[in-house]
T-cell receptor, first 116, second 114 residues
Framework: AQSVAQPEDQVNVAEGNPLTVKCTYSVSGNPYLFWYVQYPNRGLQFLLKYITGDNLVKGSYGFEAEFNKSQTSFHLKKPSALVSDSALYFCAVRDGFSGGYNKLIFGAGTRLAVHP | DVKVTQSSRYLVKRTGEKVFLECVQDMDHENMFWYRQDPGLGLRLIYFSYDVKMKEKGDIPEGYSVSREKKERFSLILESASTNQTSMYLC?????????????FGEGSWLTVV
């Protein structure tokens, strides 16, 4: 079965420090991986995705993610955190068994708190 | 930019009421989705539609139905609302299956059933 795990409910980082939000996945075929961010009382905003090619993917707001096939991970990173990065982050994987339909399976989410 | 609009952001309904949540997208996307978001559970798929009048059950369809009469509009219906359906509901849309087409989300509808 396809699944996504975000092992940390919350990540705390000081402003200016690098941040990492972890994600591991399980799929049968090649994974299509996504990161979304949700600010309070808002919908999900797309940050970045990995489909194929370079293992380091760059996205919106200075975020990037590294695909590691051997570790089945897709960790989200940013070199220097901002207080405004504080939000809920979701990792998602494309379900390869959804036939012709572009379904995503989501992790439970990780709350990022960046302190001044 | 893709725009997915959920007309009702905050609703309070009584147990047993029939509830309609409306969603409109402006990018001519074939696929539309309804997710439910609950703390600690992430997003769970209720229903999705891959074309007008076509629908497929997601992971938690019980207690819900959907309607897609026009390509741009996808409605979620709670036939008889119950308190355990109090949640945040998210509508989304995307192009059809292709190498990782991005799914775009609306702002969400907070539903409280009392």
């Amino acid at each position: 079965a396809q699944s996504v795990a975000q092992p940390e409910d919350q990540v705390n980082v000081a402003e200016g420090n690098p941040l990492t939000v972890k994600c591991t996945y399980s799929v049968s075929g090649n994974p299509y991986l996504f990161w979304y961010v949700q600010y309070p009382n808002r919908g999900l905003q797309f940050l970045l995705k990995y489909i194929t090619g370079d293992n380091l993917v760059k996205g919106s707001y200075g975020f990037e993610a590294e695909f590691n096939k051997s570790q089945t991970s897709f960790h989200l990173k940013k070199p220097s955190a901002l207080v405004s990065d504080s939000a809920l982050y979701f990792c998602a994987v494309r379900d390869g068994f959804s036939g012709g339909y572009n379904k995503l399976i989501f992790g439970a989410g990780t709350r990022l708190a960046v302190h001044p | 930019d893709v725009k997915v609009t959920q007309s009702s952001r905050y609703l309070v309904k009584r147990t047993g009421e029939k509830v309609f949540l409306e969603c409109v997208q402006d990018m001519d996307h074939e696929n539309m989705f309804w997710y439910r978001q609950d703390p600690g559970l992430g997003l769970r798929l209720i229903y999705f539609s891959y074309d007008v009048k076509m629908k497929e059950k997601g992971d938690i369809p019980e207690g819900y139905s959907v309607s897609r009469e026009k390509k741009e509009r996808f409605s979620l219906i709670l036939e008889s609302a119950s308190t355990n359906q109090t949640s945040m509901y998210l509508c989304a849309s995307s192009l059809p299956r292709a190498a990782g087409n991005t799914i775009y989300f609306g702002e969400g509808s907070w539903l409280t059933v009392v």
